[in-house]
């Protein structure tokens, strides 16, 4: 797959100055829209999980007309409630050391220095408002003896700063901000469509104005016209089929976007999750997270002698390797998600893995037990324990549960600016949907503060400036013409194919192509080999997919097809991005440029800068760059030992 390169690309929006003053200069500078105008402004929201539902909330709080999309039954099934382990703050309630300087050094570190200084820092200061908020709203984080609300550890911090509501955060962060939302649905500003699902977007005049969507119940496609689109519809990381997401998740609205023309920043970066319980099966259809809070108190290790099967019992601690304490011994166990995973699979490449196939390591709960007592392990992570008991059969307080890496989150997405805003203007994008925050590698923790900080704080202010030229008129019929025939020529060319084999079927076959070929480890001739078997059964898909039922009414197997479909070409986009991208960083580690211990090699003469994929008049990919400069971190070799 060929591409060109375009002119480069800069955040036009991001303040000057020193760098804890910019966020507040970027809100004073912001234009403001009053409250009687609010309500002649009409906002679009596709996607209800932390950044959608506190967006709506919030946007309806201030008076805008809000639509609330999203393809469940109900905004409280978004994946955000599948989160477990906690969101950060830089609160420092535990006097340990902790600042909002050290959070925004612990995230840029932790993103392999390819994240933006401004967006980080700005992430890190609104981290503490973050908390009173969830609070206010009834969020039940965990607490000590004495009432205060109570952290624990993540990877890639010395310091204490994740505050948690048992193994369920995200649900309860979630049900907070759903209340939230369905206050504004009360008050008549938010109107929610459940089971609706965005297939397009509508652009005229050069602005988003609007989407199509169908109707999953009836079949129906229908358009909504605003004055502004917000798209928070998370990450896609089942284009590796097996993942920790949701089988719903998808890339359907953040690809049909990018079709018309927003641009796509750093696609090959995604994440792998070192604490995930390992594949059982060939018909398994995803991956189950195991919180990395786990790492708080569990103990990573293999046999020190590959090929050892005895029961992990018999094996005494002499013939026990503790690899993350040994090689990374000032962060041990709480090294980062990317570093940890890629641990994880040298000593299983070595022979040394457990379980079947050799794919597992064990983590480990017995010091922690006798340190702390079972009670007090139950009570920090006893539905976790359930939860892999119940999948596994095994019982991990007598037994090490055994994990391996697993697809998690991504941390490229559309690409925007300091606001929030795409390439097209009136489309913000929030969330893990859009690349801003995270570099390379997410730290854990930060997703839920990430999505939070978006939706709460920054885009109800950096919409307004947007929205202040509004409201910007009636939208042409031919804009929405054109939009809605390409979602249902596309519908009508998926149901004709009537081939052979399900959509499934061929996702799965993507699935392990990507994993294999684009996933922990990158290689120059595997990546080509992707490239090359890609559009062949892609070609394959649209030659023989099948697709039961018909378009109208209720049809999962038109909606998998449609939301595979996708997946090819991003999948396309993906490999490409790795393969120009000829240095590791974070969670993309190309084999070629790797340390001497095997730590990812930076090229940042060459690489330190965002890479906005635009999808070109012809359909060939463009690439702009958009520099990063680091003026308050130091460009270094990241270390954690």
Known sequence: MNYTTGDPIRDTKAPEGPIEDRWDSRRFNARLVNPANKRKLHVIVVGTGLAGGSAAATLGELGYQVSSFCYQDSPRRAHSIAAQGGINAAKNYRGDGDSIHR????????????????NVYRLAQVSVNIIDQAVAQGVPFAREYGGLLDTRSFGGAQVSRTFYA??????????????????????????????HEMLDLVVSDGRARGVIVRDLVTGEIETHLADAVVLATGGYGNVFFL???????????????????????????TQIHPTCIPVSGDYQSKLTLMSESLRNDGRVWVPVRAGDDRLPGDIPEAERDYYLERIYPSFGNLVPRDIASRAAKNVCDEGRGVGPGGLGVYLDFADAI??????AVEKKYGNLFEMYERITGEDPYTRPMR???????????LWVDYDLQSTIPGLFV?????????????????????GLADGYFVLPTTIGDYLADGPFGDVPQDAVDEARTQVTDKITRLMSVNGTRTADSFHRELGRLMWDLCGMERTDEGLRKALERIPELREEFWRDVKITGTDEGLNQSLERAGRVADFFDLAELMCLDALHRTESCGGHFRAESQTPEGEALRDDDNFAYVAAWEHGADGTPVLHKEALTYDYVKLTQRSYK
Not at 170 to 193: D, F, H, N, P, S
Not at 248 to 256: E, K, P, S
Request: aromatic share 10%.
């Open 103 to 118: 959070l925004f050094y612990d995230t840029v570190k932790g993103g392999d220095f390819r994240s933006r200084e401004s």
């Open 166 to 195: 048992r193994g369920q955060t995200g649900q309860q962060l979630l049900l907070g901000a759903y209340q939230a939302l369905e206050r504004q649905v009360a008050a008549g500003t938010v109107k929610t469509y459940t089971r």
């Open 243 to 269: 993942s920790t997401n949701a089988k719903g998740c998808n890339t359907t609205a953040i690809w049909r976007a990018h079709l018309r023309g927003a641009y796509f920043g750093n696609p090959c970066y």
């Open 370 to 375: 006798t340190r702390l007592g079972r009670p």
């Open 403 to 413: 994990i391996y890496p697993a697809v998690h989150y991504t941390m490229g997405g």
């Open 430 to 450: 929030i969330g893990e949907a859009n690349f801003s925050d995270h570099g390379a590698n997410r730290l854990g923790a930060s997703a839920l503060m990430q």
